[in-house]
């Protein structure tokens, strides 16, 4: 049976409806099986299967998907929230990073709100980087703030400030 582009969308949408009612390898054997059928022909499919792998713990081969995906093209929606599931991934993989230049670089979209900006928080936490972890936390959620954003950025700014500014002071070794 061809599906549609749109035909497949819905059954991407059904299984991940589905999901929490699955057994792990029910759900990525569904998606394999909707991956192999996509009619599109850029990397929606690969980007599909990757969050499977990856809301299965299967981060290795998430991170192959999502590499897939990014190599065959993607919407800035699915762009966008690649980033963030793939910045995490390489983050569980201990590939902190490519975590960061991932979450670094990542494409800004609706879709995803401050998330990029909070897992580049995480990784930056596991990178031991913690003052700049925090800071970008608290930036992430600045701009949702009804009030105080100004007080909350220079807040957020001099977390990262005084360690510049130590490093600039501190001399040779």
Sequence with gaps: MTLSVEEWEAHVAD???RFDSLGREEGVTAMRGLAQA???????AAFELAGMYDSIGYEAEAGK??????????????????AVQ?????RNLRRIDE????????????STG????IVLALALHSAGRKDEALRVALEAQIDG???YQRSMRNYAAAL??????????????
């Design 38 to 44: 996509c009619p599109a022909r850029d990397g929606r």
């Design 145 to 147: 703030l009804p009030r």
């Design 160 to 173: 990262t400030q005084a360690s510049t500014q130590a490093d600039s002071t501190a001399g040779p070794d």
């Design 86 to 90: 793939y910045g995490s991934t390489l």
């Design 99 to 110: 975590a960061i230049s991932v979450l670094q670089s990542a494409p800004v979209h609706e």
């Design 65 to 82: 998907e999502y590499e897939r995906a990014l190599s065959l093209g993607l919407d800035d929606a699915r762009h966008a929230q690649l």
């Design 114 to 117: 401050s998330a990029p900006r």
């Design 15 to 17: 299984l991940w409806d």
